[in-house]
């Protein structure tokens, strides 16, 4: 059964970047097409879809945020990262990391990461 | 992008009634494979969003036949019969024919 995890610093202060990781076991990321997901949620509020990469290492990012994202995929060691920079307090939220089909089936999602910029 | 406008914002229910969600999406997420990219999940309180629906109707493994979408173009639905009190949360349409990936606005649905 394939499990994410994601992981991060919890308070990040405002203009620094924010480095998340996303952890997956229970199977290996190199196999099945799969679209790994960052997706995030200011308390409260509803569901922002951040980015994906592909397992070749192709990206797709939401225009909104592309200029301060990175996103990286490592299979040697089953992970794939979210580095967001020039935070500020309107990124204050909580970030899930999903697995996604090209058609949007989205499982599964890890716990989620809180975020606070402060 | 493609904004997916959805209705109603909260929706109280009374156990063994059927609720009715609305989704419209500004341009028809059909893919040139025949298949609508709209899915749906649900977020109970404290927990991650949650696969219920994918391509238009079809459940997700362990998703009881109480909930079904149905829609097509650009409207679309999501049915609960029989409404029980683990229906309780926030659900989210959502269209995966473009990126950036967009979702609903989100609809609580509360027991009464």
């Known amino acids: 059964q394939v499990q994410l995890q994601e992981s991060g610093p919890g308070l990040v202060k405002p203009s620094q970047t924010v480095s998340l990781t996303c952890t997956v076991s229970?199977?290996?990321?190199?196999?099945?097409?799969?679209?790994w997901t960052w997706i995030r949620q200011p308390a409260g509020k509803g569901l922002e879809w951040i980015g994906r990469i592909y397992m070749t290492g192709s990206i797709n990012t939401n225009p909104s945020l592309r200029s301060r994202i990175n996103i990286s995929i490592d299979k040697s060691k089953n992970q794939f990262s979210l580095e967001l920079s020039s935070v500020t307090a309107a990124d204050t939220a909580m970030y899930y990391c999903a697995r996604f089909t090209a058609r949007g089936v989205g499982r599964p999602w890890g716990q989620g990461t809180l975020v606070t910029v402060s | 992008d493609i904004v997916m406008t959805q209705s109603p914002v909260f929706l109280p229910v009374t156990p063994g009634e059927t609720a009715s969600i609305s989704c419209k999406s500004s341009q028809s997420p059909l893919h040139s494979n025949g298949h609508t990219y709209v899915n749906w999940y649900l977020q109970k309180p404290g927990q991650s969003p949650q696969l219920l629906i994918y391509?238009?109707?079809d459940r997700a493994s362990g998703v009881p036949d109480r909930i079904s979408g149905s829609g097509s173009g650009t409207d679309f639905t999501l049915k609960i019969s029989r409404v029980e009190a683990e229906d309780v949360g926030v659900y989210y349409c959502m269209q995966a024919l473009q990126t950036p990936l967009t979702f609903g606005g989100g609809t609580k649905v509360e027991i009464k």
């Open positions: 391509s238009v109707s």
């Open positions: 229970g199977d290996s990321m190199s196999y099945g097409s799969y679209y």
